[in-house]
């Protein structure tokens, strides 16, 4: 490919002197710590609330690394995926030149944070199976290879596998194709990669430099409220991005909590292997109703459902104190309500909601 990732970075990035927060000068053990302009009393509970966390969370990423099996040094850790996608719009598309390509439907935020930064959207809508249509991709592709990092370009492409409204799962010998001709970077979403029995396109990363690999802790490892985003990418990337992102992104609560949950790798596991029953179970007893048209095939965790009158389901549902979520305004997505995968108690009851919805329907 004829552009590196030092020629995509944005000038002004690639100049940039970060800021150095004490605890970058100096990370070890000490008696004393008069450094930061802390206050050296601890209000709350036995944690060193009172000190700031580390910067570069060392001790989370090497965990994570041990977990996932990523390289520590590839890791980057956001509050939450959103702060790392962020990040890469800020790292590498100048506003009002540079643009980005996202395949529709998928993950609203990459438009929103696109706008935020004022970086134009182009969209490959996306089969009616939601998978990858290369007829055009090839044509929007075609003017993507037209730019320059001086003129402006295609800095960006989101795949987000399992997708997300649809949980489909894009192959990883497409990813491959769309790394291997796309000269800007490739990033893949996969927060919903642990409900997937598909390969991991970290796989790929040695081979296609200019891939980066989304991951959170928001999903499967029950991290929502935590905020525990990460990407795994090559050390140009990883430098950018910390050069860039906020000194003391992730508090200790975090780290801590995260650092928890890592211990608990085997319940997780556990918890994703009734979650995907579930997810079985539900798709299955959907099928019985005669207001349901159809059920994506998904690998996430939840359910994209074609049904009739999706306004009405959806606000007869939410009168009963269900809330499941509306897609059907999304091009692609027409009469499509979405359903998170909750306990047994929570998806008898979204059942029961149905079986309601069918007598009055």
Not at 136 to 145: D, S
Request: glycine share 6%.
């Amino acid at each position: 490919m004829r552009y590196t990732v030092q020629d995509l970075l944005r000038t002004d990035i690639k100049n940039l002197v970060p800021y150095s927060s004490a605890r970058n000068e100096y990370d070890g053990d000490a008696k004393v710590f008069l450094d930061a302009n802390e206050n050296w009393q601890n209000f709350v509970g036995k944690h060193n609330y009172h000190r700031y966390p580390d910067p570069l969370q060392r001790s989370l990423k090497e965990k994570i690394g041990k977990v996932f099996g990523f390289s520590s040094e590839q890791l980057v850790i956001g509050n939450g995926s959103d702060e790392i996608i962020d990040l890469l719009f800020r790292i590498f598309c100048t506003p009002y030149k540079d643009k980005t390509l996202i395949l529709s439907p998928t993950y609203g935020a990459y438009k929103v944070f696109a706008d935020i930064n004022a970086v134009s959207v182009s969209s490959c809508q996306l089969k009616d199976d939601f998978m990858i249509d290369f007829h055009k991709l090839e044509t929007i592709c075609h003017l993507i290879n037209t730019g320059s990092p001086e003129t402006g370009m295609h800095k960006l492409l989101f795949i987000c596998s399992p997708n997300n409204p649809s949980g489909t799962v894009i192959p990883l010998s497409d990813i491959a194709k769309i790394a291997g001709h796309f000269e800007g970077i490739t990033v893949v979403d996969e927060a919903y990669h642990d409900y997937s029995k598909e390969v991991s396109a970290v796989t790929l990363m040695n081979e296609f430099p200019k891939l980066v690999v989304l991951r959170t802790m928001s999903k499967a490892w029950g991290l929502a409220g935590v905020r525990i985003g990460m990407a795994v990418a090559q050390r140009e990337v990883v430098d950018a991005m910390n050069k860039v992102k906020y000194p003391y992104n992730l508090s200790i609560v975090a780290q801590e909590s995260a650092m928890e949950a890592l211990d608990h790798v085997d319940r997780v596991r556990a918890e994703v292997a009734k979650t995907l029953a579930e997810r079985e179970k539900l798709a299955q007893q959907l099928t019985r109703f005669s207001f349901v048209e159809e059920i994506i095939p998904s690998q996430a965790n939840f359910l994209l459902v074609r049904v009739r009158d999706a306004d009405g389901f959806y606000y007869f549902l939410r009168d009963m104190g269900i809330i499941i979520r509306n897609r059907s305004t999304l091009q692609g997505c027409y009469g499509c309500v979405r359903v998170t995968i909750g306990s047994p108690e929570e998806n008898e009851s979204f059942l029961d909601a149905c079986r309601q919805w069918e007598a009055v329907s």
